[in-house]
């Protein structure tokens, strides 16, 4: 792993209001939350000599835990954010309304505001409240409140295995919606989901060369898959071939306790694996609970998993070997490989790209690699 991370993932509640059909999180009927002791405890933990950090407030549904409680929980990282070493982000659901109040908190801290919503309204059926009720109007409602505030959001998306076949109406919808940016997240077995039907990685491959085309005419939105991959492509080789350690991405649940790799195993019950809890910020800070991880058996076992996959898959050089959390959900184990994210979002992505580059990219068309912004 890498010494420092880029993204610290923290928990305000573990409430969520919604319940989404293929959410993960084990504890979001609870309404527990983060007390100023603990936030301040993460704030002081930050490394002095670390980059800058992105700090991701995600839930539960983070907005749940009422202006008034988030506005202490940031106190503590202000003079890290006026010195530029700190930017916060709040993921939401929309399982709160976004008011004027909570705009006027994301203009003051100057926070970046994710939105999940899966594309039109009929691929949002997982998303409802605790009534069984559809989210979508409400999710909606809240962007609108976004745009008349002339706030920028980016959008996060769970493709499930109906929106596969979707995907320019998806995309279409996501760009109408007012965002610039988008993550796919294609859906997969984890924590609390394990009854979600995983797209096969031929529905996934045909998402995934839709939204390739969809995006060679609409380059004001980007996909973040998409822009992983070309980038990825346009790097020197011998920077391809190169090891790049993992960002620890400490997740820190409302009570103190971190966990590492994943934030999907925060909140999950394991005897073998210690419940996955690297310290709690209120005993140890962050940068010596990060410099004693190497002694815990799901790291070594991680390890020893991206060993393996560097040593046997021709996708290892892009992929890296995505999420610690997906191989423990299916198959576990942290030393289990293949996963069906990783044959969906790495596997699917890559023979999609080459397809078309295959199709298109012929003598008559030399300038099919262009079109998609490879550099060779
Ligand atoms: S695609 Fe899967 S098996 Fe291949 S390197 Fe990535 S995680 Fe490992």
């Known amino acids: 792993m890498t010494e420092q991370p880029r993204t610290i993932v923290v928990q305000p509640t573990t409430l969520c209001p919604m319940d989404c059909t293929y959410c993960y999180l084990l504890e979001r009927h609870l309404k527990q939350e983060m007390t100023p002791l603990v936030a301040t405890a993460i704030a002081d933990g930050i490394g002095s000599s670390w980059e800058p950090v992105e700090v991701v ?44 109040a909570w705009c006027d908190v994301f203009e003051q801290y100057d926070i970046g505001v994710g939105v999940s919503i899966d594309g039109p309204r009929t691929l949002n059926r997982h998303r409802v409240d605790r009534g069984g009720h559809p989210m979508f109007d409400r999710t909606v409602t809240g962007v609108e409140t976004l745009k008349r505030r002339g706030i920028h959001f980016t959008v996060l998306a ?11 109406q998806v995309l279409d919808f996501i760009r109408d919606l007012g965002t610039s940016w988008v993550g796919f997240n294609v859906e997969a077995k984890e924590g609390a989901n394990v009854d979600g039907q995983t797209p096969s990685i031929e529905h996934a491959r045909g998402f995934w060369r839709d939204t390739f085309e969809w995006c060679r ?20 080789s011998e920077r391809r071939d190169a090891d790049s350690k993992h960002d620890p991405i400490p997740t820190i649940g409302w009570n103190g306790d971190v966990v590492l790799l994943s934030p999907e195993l925060l909140g999950v019950r394991s005897t073998i694996y210690s419940d996955f809890i690297a310290g709690n910020v209120l005993a140890d800070d962050l940068p010596t609970i990060l410099n004693r991880s190497d002694g815990l058996l799901y790291v070594q076992e991680f390890t020893a998993g991206l060993e393996t996959c560097k040593q046997t898959c021709e996708f290892f050089a892009f992929c890296q070997g995505t999420q610690a959390g997906d191989r423990f959900f299916e198959h576990g184990t942290f030393t289990a490989t293949e996963t069906d994210h990783c044959r969906n979002s790495v596997q699917a992505l890559v023979l999609a790209l080459a397809e078309l580059l295959r199709i298109e990219g012929t003598d008559d068309d030399p300038g099919a690699d262009r079109a998609y912004g490879v550099a060779r």
Request: net charge neutral; aromatic share 6%.
């Open 57 to 100: 407030w995600h839930g539960g549904e983070p907005l749940a835990v009422g202006v008034e409680r988030f506005v202490e929980l940031l106190a503590p990282f202000e003079p890290l954010r006026r010195a530029g070493r700190v930017r916060h982000k709040v993921q939401t659901g929309g399982g709160r309304p976004i008011t004027d």
């Open 158 to 168: 769970v493709v499930s295995q109906g929106g596969t076949r979707q995907a320019v």
């Open 217 to 236: 005419d609409n380059p004001d939105l980007t996909v973040r898959e998409v822009d992983n991959v070309l980038g990825f492509l346009g790097l020197a």
